[in-house]
Nanobody, 112 residues
C-alpha cells in the first residue's frame, strides 16, 4: 500500500522560506511524475508544482518555489522562498499520473 507522508510545514513570516518533504513508501517514484498541491481554508485543492521529465509551476508560485526529488530516498521536496500570506494552506504531494490516497498534508502558515 502506497503511503505519502508530508512534513516541513510551520509558521513563517512573509518573505521567509520553508522546505517541505514528501516521503513515498510502497512505490518507486523514479519513473513517476510527482506534484505538490495545496488547499487553503474554504478553497478547493490546487496544483502547485510538478516534476517529471521536466518541472512546471503554477503562475502564483513561479520564481519562488522549486520542486525536486531524490529517487534514492523516494522523497519529493518543495523549496518555498519569498513566502506570502496567500501561500497559507495545507500542502500535499501526489502523483498526477498515478494518484494515490492523499496523505495528511503539512500546514504552512505565512503571517506576521
Amino acid at each position: 500500500q502506497v503511503q505519502l507522508v508530508e512534513s516541513g510545514g510551520g509558521l513563517v513570516q512573509p518573505g521567509g522560506s520553508l522546505r517541505l518533504s514528501c516521503v513515498v513508501s510502497g512505490s518507486i517514484i523514479s519513473n513517476t511524475a510527482m506534484a505538490w498541491y495545496r488547499q487553503a481554508p474554504g478553497k478547493q485543492r490546487e496544483w502547485v508544482a510538478v516534476i517529471g521529465s521536466k518541472t512546471d509551476y503554477a503562475d502564483s508560485v513561479k520564481g519562488r518555489f522549486t520542486i525536486s526529488k531524490d529517487n534514492a530516498k523516494n522523497t519529493v521536496y518543495l523549496q518555498m522562498n519569498s513566502l506570502k500570506p496567500e501561500d497559507t494552506a495545507v500542502y500535499y504531494c501526489n502523483s498526477p499520473t498515478r494518484p494515490e490516497s492523499w496523505g495528511q498534508g503539512t500546514q504552512v502558515t505565512v503571517s506576521s
